[in-house]
């Protein structure tokens, strides 16, 4: 089960499960999945979503910008287990406890997909 913990200055604001048919939305509007009622968040900042069996967080041309492990978000890129995405003074953790999920190694959203079996 892929999750994403929400925290500010290491306290846990939020725990939101990550289903693998469905788009998780980011942002200060209060019809995002993940509201984040800060002036430096966009009203609809970022997305996260599975494609195949990586799931992906995906810039939505935000203000102040997404960052993936203190790198900035370009479009979109993979993630990983305990990758941090920082979106204005949020940290949002992405936790994945699939079986198989060690399996698959990608870093951004060109990169090739290796399946070990």
């Known amino acids: ?3 994403i913990i929400v925290t500010i200055k290491e306290k ?3 725990e939101i ?3 693998k048919d469905s788009v998780t939305t980011i942002g200060r509007e209060h019809s995002n999945d993940i509201c984040l009622e800060n002036p430096a968040v966009s009203r609809f900042h970022a997305k996260i979503y599975r494609q195949d069996w990586t799931f992906y967080i995906e810039d939505l041309g935000s203000t102040n910008g997404t960052f993936l492990n203190d790198k900035m978000v370009k479009w979109k890129a ?5 990758d941090k995405i920082t979106i204005a003074k949020y940290t949002l953790v992405f936790i994945d ?4 999920y060690e399996d698959v190694k990608t870093d951004r959203a060109d990169s ?4 070990k079996k």
């Open 12 to 14: 846990t604001l939020h």
């Open 112 to 115: 090739t997909i290796i399946i």
């Open 97 to 100: 406890d699939r079986a198989d």
């Open 17 to 19: 499960i990550l289903h």
């Open 78 to 82: 993979g993630l990983r287990k305990n």
């Open 1 to 3: 089960m892929a999750k």
